[in-house]
């Protein structure tokens, strides 16, 4: 009997066991699965605050993306206007352009044209010098020529040797600075009478430049400077010029000064002397007073001879400067 009890005893343990045991595990899965929705709601709650998130930006975006169309379109219209800027800059660029090769055309020939001047002007101051000599034979008072008519005169010469020989210029520089030169021929008191280009007809074998003197400038603070310059070398040989500085009186002449020069190359430039006048006790005049020898030279007569041979190039006189030709040279006034 009581082996009977003890066994429904043990059932009972065993029952009540396996019951408790249930709602054990009963009671841990439901915590399981609370805790698991409690994740779901925060996974949730977070999937809604990206989509919110993501929503935002994809607001933002379309925004940006519109303002950019609009920039876009802002930015072509300028393009478009700077487009029809710039051709209409081009147009005022080409009608500029015609301007300048107008007024290039037209310094081309105010340059000819004032060579064209010069040279009359030359022209004249030999037809009045002409004038003025021809008076003097007239009315008896000497023989017209510049024996009787200068004071002092300067003499180059230098041998022909063939059809086309060297161009030898006289430079002289007035105590005023002035420079009186084969295009500028009238100096304040003097006048170089004749230029000889080294092609003239000559009847003796000899090429002559003279200058002459019938007064003297009354600025005697600076002496006349006087140089030699080669215009054009068409020989390979030397060639020698002679000066000679000649004093008039009463139709005699006498030489005061003499110096040959050795000539090599073209634009070879060689001082020659200095004159001076000082005034007279008796008359109120500037006369000849000393003549020396100086290493002085004239400050831009290289630029004066290229000026020249320019005008010469423009009225076709002289071939262009890239021309393979002999070396340039103008022609007689």
């Known amino acids: 009997m009581k082996q009977q009890k003890y066994n429904n005893l043990l059932a009972f343990l065993d029952l009540l066991f396996c019951i408790t045991m249930t709602y054990i595990a009963l009671f841990v899965l439901s915590v399981i699965q609370i805790k698991q929705i409690e994740v779901t709601k925060e996974d949730h709650q977070a999937l809604k605050l990206k989509y919110e998130s993501v929503l935002t930006d994809s607001a933002r975006l379309r925004q940006e993306n519109s303002n950019k169309q609009i920039s876009v379109q802002l930015l072509s219209k300028e393009i478009s206007t700077l487009k029809n800027l710039l051709q209409s800059k081009e147009t005022e660029l080409q009608s500029a352009q015609k301007d300048v090769t107008k007024l290039k055309n037209d310094a081309t020939k105010l340059k000819y044209d004032s060579a064209k001047l010069k040279n009359a ?6 037809a009045e010098q002409q004038i003025k000599e021809l008076k003097e034979k007239q009315s008896n008072t000497g023989i017209g ?3 009787t008519t200068a004071k002092i005169a300067i003499e180059i010469s230098w041998n022909k040797t063939g059809t086309e020989d060297d161009d030898i210029d006289i430079y002289i520089q007035s105590p005023d600075k002035k420079i009186t030169y084969f295009g500028d021929r ?4 003097f006048f170089i009478d ?3 280009t080294g092609k003239e007809d000559v009847s003796n074998q000899t090429h002559k430049e003279v200058t002459k003197f019938f007064g003297f400038s009354n600025t005697s603070e600076n002496p006349y400077l006087v140089n030699l310059h080669v215009y054009s070398k068409r020989s390979n040989k030397p060639t020698v010029v002679t000066f000679k500085l000649l004093r008039i009186e009463d139709n005699n002449i006498s030489t005061m000064f003499e110096k040959e020069v050795v000539f090599m190359k073209e634009d070879q430039i060689e001082p020659i002397i200095e004159i001076k006048a000082t005034r007279s006790r008796d008359v109120e005049e500037y006369r000849f007073s000393t003549a020396i020898p100086t290493s002085k030279k004239i400050p831009n007569i290289l630029d004066i001879a290229k000026a020249s041979r320019e005008r010469d190039r ?3 006189r002289l071939p262009p400067s890239n021309t393979t030709n002999s070396t340039p040279s103008r022609n007689n006034d």
Request: proline share 0%.
């Open 121 to 126: 002007e030359n022209k004249l101051a030999d």
């Open 145 to 147: 020529n510049w024996k």
């Open 186 to 189: 009238m100096g304040k008191g």
């Open 194 to 196: 004749r230029d000889d």
């Open 314 to 316: 423009l009225s076709g």
